[in-house]
């Protein structure tokens, strides 16, 4: 039904479009679509520049959609959720889960022409793991459980201090040159594309890496062009200056024709939510939390905002990570002012009160969603206003410092491991951005990490996720469906359960 409703939505798009043309001035004629130098290109529009080119270092979930064609680990994650041998050529675990041994997969290059040696597979573990410098802080937490690495040959042979049934996942790091130190410039990978070029705030550039030791991209040019103005990620739709466009909203969509695009439906594979910063008044009071989930509609955000297009969630997990998701959490609080007028009461607030929502402005659909929210809760007496941001001020100030009261975003995991969605809200996480701060919780991310048995260790997780919603450490609304405009012609588009983007199986249709 969804889609015929797109299709209906690309109908009103050629219509109002005519009528555009209609109504230009005499003598201007519509935008000619560009001539491409060659058939095997095309350039994708993106709503944000690339917070850092380093893949160890990057944060924003844009920036590693678009780096996943650039770096590989030694395992890598399929569109089907699996983990298969990437850099390495076989893994086995071994001594009751620990030992991972690895074996090299012979001839992989880096992009710069070298091939990949046992130093650099160290070097990149390792780095990652904190274990190059005494006292340093590991970049990923979950690999301080590696208490010896070593390697011989073509053979890598990593020991944890315990037992981690999630250690492979982590293992997709990206595996980068041991003796190169321009990574935050020019990085240098092992993937289908390799990086040329990036302007800020205007272009990133990919070409195809036709010694690439897997399957090769079909295209030879992939530009990614930074427009965070909604109206011109359309423009350059309708321009012919963009051939693909990821996470549109449905007004953009309705602005397409249908002659000239498709669109493919997936899922975003995120958590969007009004996040809370449980330290600052009145969000350190968990009946103010629990008087906003009872306030917020977020199936009226998603019939309002997206047209009816979106996965109500009730806590931090996505329908994708299967065996983790507990859909029952999804109407945990149903809407009812009422009760969260109570709550309010009772938290001392019976009038209300006034609360700021930070938003990142080249992120429609959350601007969206913060406008349906302060209407929705004008109803409880709460006056909300909207505080929009550029991307790089969100990356800062909210994400990095905590400086907010309440923002609307959505995160996410780059790998298919429940822990990296929910490690973010033990007390001691350097990514606590929200600081949720409770010991029970921090006591079963404990339970859940030590864990020995997968069935016993989804149990605690799924404990962790009502935890979360009792708590109601943020107010959760939805994993947004993903709209992707595709000029006809392109074919190939892969969704995975990821946030990624692979380019490698795009083409066009001769």
Request: proline share 4%; net charge negative; hydrophobic share 40%.
């Amino acid at each position: 039904m969804k889609k015929k409703i797109l299709a209906v939505i690309l109908v009103l798009g050629m219509l109002m479009a005519l009528l555009a043309a209609c109504g230009r001035k005499g003598g201007e004629t519509p935008p000619a679509v560009k001539e491409r130098t060659t058939a095997n290109e095309i350039t994708i529009g993106i709503a944000q520049d690339l917070d850092s080119l380093d893949p160890h270092l990057a944060v924003a979930a844009g920036t590693k959609e678009v780096m996943f064609n650039v770096f590989e680990g030694l395992v890598k994650p399929t569109s089907d959720g699996n983990l298969v041998p990437a850099v390495a050529s076989n893994v086995s675990v071994e001594d009751g889960g620990l030992t991972y041994v690895f074996t090299l997969r012979q001839g992989v290059k880096f992009h710069n022409g070298k091939t990949v040696e046992m130093q650099d597979v160290l070097y990149s573990v390792r780095r990652c793991a904190g274990l190059l410098e005494d006292g340093a802080e590991p970049l990923v937490p979950a690999l301080a459980v590696i208490a010896d690495i070593q390697g011989e040959g073509d053979t890598l042979t990593i020991t944890l201090s315990e037992p981690n049934l999630e250690f492979l996942a982590y293992m997709t790091l990206a595996i980068l040159p041991a003796d190169y130190d321009q990574q935050a410039t020019a990085p240098v990978g092992t993937g289908p594309f390799k990086f040329v070029s990036r302007a800020a705030q205007d272009n990133v550039v990919l070409e195809r890496f036709d010694d690439y030791w897997g399957t090769p991209a079909k295209l030879q040019k992939v530009t990614f062009k930074i427009i965070e103005d909604e109206s011109g990620l359309v423009r350059g739709l309708q321009s012919g200056a963009l051939d693909l466009v990821s996470h549109m909203t449905y007004t953009q969509i309705s602005q397409l024709d249908k002659n000239d695009f498709h669109v493919e439906e997936g899922s975003m594979n995120l958590v969007q939510a009004l996040y809370l910063n449980n330290s600052v008044k009145p969000f350190d009071d968990v009946r103010v939390r629990q008087a906003l989930c009872y306030a917020i509609d977020k199936q009226g955000i998603i019939d309002m905002a997206f047209d009816g297009y979106g996965i109500p969630l009730g806590t931090s997990m996505f329908p994708s990570f299967g065996k983790y998701y507990d859909d029952s959490l999804t109407d945990y609080y149903p809407h009812d002012v009422a009760k969260a007028k109570e709550l309010l009461a009772q938290a001392g607030y019976p009038n209300g009160f006034e609360m700021t929502i930070t938003v990142p402005s080249n992120y429609q659909p959350h601007v969206d969603t913060a406008q349906v929210i302060v209407e929705q809760l004008k109803e409880t007496g709460i006056t909300a206003t909207i505080i929009p941001v550029e991307w790089d001020t969100w990356l800062s100030d909210v994400y990095g410092k905590s400086e907010f009261q309440s923002t609307i975003t959505g995160l996410t995991s780059d790998n298919m491991t429940a822990r990296k969605l929910l490690e973010r809200f033990n007390t001691q996480a350097g990514n606590n951005f929200t600081k949720y701060n409770n010991p029970k919780y921090d006591e079963l991310f404990a339970q859940a990490v030590a864990a020995t048995d997968d069935a016993a260790q989804t149990a605690i997780y799924r404990q962790m996720e009502r935890h979360l919603t009792e708590n109601a450490a943020n107010v959760y609304i939805q994993d947004m469906a993903d709209l992707v405009a595709v000029r006809n012609g392109v074919k190939g588009l892969t969704f995975y359960p990821l946030y990624v983007l692979d380019v490698s199986t795009l083409y066009w249709d001769k």
